[in-house]
DNA sequence: AACACCGCCTGAGCGC
DNA sequence: TGCGCTCAGGCGGTGT
């Protein structure tokens, strides 16, 4: 499942392929995963709103959302033409030049033609993802401005706030992306870990300083996971159609009642915040300080 | 206003 | 081998 780690990586991967290619046209073989506000006749007139004859100039993130921006060069990047593209759980995005054997895959549903003969292939078998239209940069900052710090970005203090301004459990408030952008279930229940905070907690009731503690293990373990590709479950995989190894590092999710890393107790799982949640009950208690970096480094 | 919960959607994995 | 069931979950919408 993409979280904000391997959104980054489909960002990082797409740059070199996508930045300064114009747009040729665009083929719309399930127009429902499209979701564009403005005027549309006969279905033909989605192309330009999905940035067809622009040239693109940069890629935007934004916790779990990917920003493409287009338009012609001269332009300032708040005037160009923008898409946001949401994986939700088993989309991707992916940059590849056509060979002769490829078949398009069912759930190929847009497929960008570039002016450099690569395509670029948004699939999404769920549909759970999406790509939205925008008329300008300047109205996706505008929706992201909705949205919790990105996590890469958070400051201790706003995270803090939030948190103090919720009654909700730790586990519900870190997936609220409202709160803090970019954290799923996987990087929630590894921090939680991380950091020996119960999933339970009550999010306003956590003292500032271990709120700190918090936000900085947010930064580290995403960096971590980014800097190994991100996580693949299932089908995760980057713009290069690359998968991840982060999952090879995960200490509590997908590991429910195998021994804990740190103490040997076999792990628990509980469904919290409406989500399978993985956590040690001796590692992560209700009360006592918080270890901060609990159980980080050595596997197994 | 804050929060819980449903429904969307399909494939993997399981038991029989 | 193959069927049908359950589960997975981000997020917007609806209900409490």
Request: net charge positive.
């Given at each position: 499942?993409?979280?904000l780690?391997?959104?980054e ?5 797409l ?10 046209s665009v083929?719309v ?5 499209v979701?564009?506000?403005?005027p ?9 709103a999905l ?6 100039t940069?890629l935007h993130?934004?916790?779990?959302q990917l920003?493409?921006?287009?338009g012609?060069?001269?332009q300032a990047l708040?005037?160009q033409?923008?898409l ?6 088993t ?9 002769n ?6 759930h ?6 570039l002016?450099?003969g690569?395509?670029l292939t948004?699939?999404?078998p769920r549909?759970?993802?999406g790509?939205?239209t ?6 996706v900052?505008?929706r992201w401005a909705?949205?919790?710090?990105d996590?890469l970005?958070?400051?201790a203090?706003?995270?803090?706030s ?7 459990n730790?586990?519900?408030a870190?997936l609220?992306q409202?709160?803090i952008?970019?954290?799923?279930n996987?990087?929630v229940d590894?921090?939680l870990?991380r ?7 009550r999010?306003d009731r956590?003292?500032a300083?271990v709120?700190?503690c918090?936000c900085?293990?947010i ?5 971590e996971?980014?800097a190994?590709?991100g996580?693949t ?10 998968g991840?190894a982060?999952q ?12 804990c ?5 076999p792990?628990a799982?509980a469904?919290i915040?409406?989500r399978t949640?993985?956590?040690c009950?001796?590692?992560?208690c209700y009360r006592g300080?918080?270890?901060?970096r609990?159980?980080t480094?050595?596997?197994?």
């Amino acid at each position: 499942m993409p979280e904000l780690p391997e959104v980054e990586r489909v960002r990082l991967t797409l740059l070199p392929r996508l930045i300064g290619r114009r747009v040729m046209s665009v083929q719309v073989r399930r127009e429902e995963v499209v979701t564009h506000d403005g005027p549309r006749v006969a279905g033909r007139s989605l192309q330009p709103a999905l940035l067809q004859g622009l040239i693109i100039t940069s890629l935007h993130r934004h916790g779990k959302q990917l920003a493409i921006a287009a338009g012609e060069s001269s332009q300032a990047l708040d005037d160009q033409r923008a898409l946001v593209v949401h994986l939700g759980m088993t989309g991707s995005l992916i940059s590849a030049q056509p060979r002769n054997d490829d078949a398009i895959d069912k759930h190929d549903h847009l497929i960008w033609l570039l002016d450099d003969g690569s395509r670029l292939t948004f699939n999404d078998p769920r549909r759970f993802g999406g790509v939205w239209t925008f008329n300008s940069f300047a109205e996706v900052r505008q929706r992201w401005a909705a949205l919790g710090e990105d996590a890469l970005a958070a400051s201790a203090p706003t995270l803090n706030s939030k948190l103090k301004r919720t009654r909700r459990n730790l586990k519900a408030a870190l997936l609220d992306q409202s709160v803090i952008a970019g954290l799923g279930n996987i990087y929630v229940d590894e921090l939680l870990f991380r950091c020996g905070l119960h999933p339970k907690r009550r999010a306003d009731r956590i003292d500032a300083a271990v709120v700190a503690c918090l936000c900085d293990e947010i930064k580290s373990l995403l960096a971590e996971a980014i800097a190994r590709g991100g996580s693949t479950l299932r089908n995760y995989v980057d713009g290069d159609g690359h998968g991840g190894a982060f999952q090879e590092r995960h200490q509590v999710y997908g590991r429910a009642g195998l021994p804990c890393l740190r103490c040997g107790q076999p792990l628990a799982t509980a469904a919290i915040g409406g989500r399978t949640t993985v956590y040690c009950k001796r590692c992560q208690c209700y009360r006592g300080e918080p270890r901060a970096r609990a159980a980080t480094g050595k596997q197994q």
